[in-house]
């Protein structure tokens, strides 16, 4: 009976950290997902960080609309980023800017 319970336990925190965990818009993922993640630097940084990186920027937001159009390495001493990634288009990054920007 006891191992059930801890069976169940277990269960309802995986259910709920999934829950409370942030998942990449589907234009993310499909523009970006090869090289970018939420929090887990890959090809280019993780999300979190670009995120830390502009907050508290009055700007942050046209700023990273522009990185993201133009492509470019933009201090991350990594690979350089192809303009527009992988073919995202205005509304696209608009969209992923806001979105990487309300990231914590």
Known sequence: MKAIF???A???LMVAGNAMATDMPADGKAKC????????????PAWKDVAA????????EATLV??????GAYGWK?????????GANDA??????KFILTLK
Do not use: E, F, R, W
């Not at 522009?66 to 492509?71: A, F, M, Y």
């Not at 990594?78 to 992988?86: F, I, L, T, V």
């Open 33 to 44: 997902g090869a090289c970018h993640s939420i929090d887990t630097k890959k090809v280019g």
């Open 92 to 97: 696209q990054i608009a969209s992923l800017a």
């Open 10 to 12: 277990v269960a309802g």
């Open 53 to 60: 990186k502009y907050a508290g920027k009055a700007d942050a």
């Open 78 to 86: 990594m690979g350089m980023m192809p303009a527009k990634g992988m």
């Open 66 to 71: 522009k990185n993201i159009t133009k492509g």
């Open 6 to 8: 801890t069976v169940l």
